[in-house]
């Protein structure tokens, strides 16, 4: 799953439901359709497809408009988040879903999280030995382990591939990776995500145990057990900057 050289085109900016938006444009040499990214740190971007004509752009940022105020609205909320994030009462993500986090002093010095219903009850002691982000962290890492394993083993068998190693990692770029000793790598931070995308990515990387390509026979493979991959994968795309930014522990 690497990254593309992208080339910048420009600044532009136009005016959504009385909200003036300014976005970068860049083009992108693979690109086969105009995507969209909303990131904190960057604004609204625009990735083109190489001969895409930037004149239609306002159009399609139009019938695009509800869907880019709102994620610019949550971006906004996220920057005004109070620094001790995060802290009694706050949301994170879980498969998909949002859980509040509902602290818990603990008086037998045990110190964990757990998941009852749609809250993340977390047993702090006190002054505690571990801050809440660690515990959330841990706890995601958990989760992330048990999940993947169970998804690749089964998906695996599937797919008819054997793997070697399994791996939970916290990478900044990646969703998966696969070595060509056959140790398949995830990052912890799938665990927020939608189950049908979590999919997506353990199939992706094991699809590498038979072509460790991104060959059409390769994304062949991918499509025969994920039909809606490029949802899933536009998905992670779209959504990659929020669960940083909500997953920073």
């Not at 994170?92 to 045990?110: F, H, K, M, W």
């Amino acid at each position: 799953m690497r990254k593309t050289a992208l080339s910048l085109v420009g600044q532009r900016a136009i005016v959504i439901n009385g909200n003036s938006v300014t976005y970068t444009v860049k083009r992108s040499p693979r690109a086969r359709l105009v995507r969209l990214q909303i990131r904190p740190e960057t604004g609204l971007t625009v990735v083109i497809p190489r001969h895409f004509d930037i004149e239609r752009l306002p159009e399609l940022l139009l019938s695009k408009g509800r869907w880019i105020l709102n994620k610019s609205a949550e971006y906004l909320q996220d920057k005004a988040r109070p620094t001790n994030y995060p802290a009694d009462g706050d949301t994170v993500p879980y498969l998909g879903e949002r859980l509040t986090i509902a602290r818990c002093d603990s008086s037998d010095g045990v110190e964990m999280a757990k998941r009852e219903a749609n809250r993340l009850v977390v047993n702090i002691t006190l002054p505690g030995t571990s801050t809440l982000g660690s515990l959330l962290k841990r706890w995601y890492l958990t989760q992330a382990a048990e999940l993947m394993t169970a998804k690749a083993e089964t998906l695996s068998m599937q797919i008819g591939v054997r793997f070697g190693k399994l791996i939970i990692r916290g990478q900044k770029t990646r969703w998966g990776s696969c070595s060509a000793k056959g140790t398949i790598s995830f990052n912890w931070k799938l665990a927020a995500a939608p189950e049908p995308v979590i999919d997506y990515v353990v199939i992706h990387e094991l699809a590498h145990l038979k072509e460790m390509n991104h060959s059409g026979k390769f994304w062949g493979i991918v499509a025969r057990y994920c039909p809606q991959w490029r949802q899933h994968k536009r998905w992670l795309r779209d959504n990659e900057a929020d669960l940083n930014a909500r997953l920073s522990f």
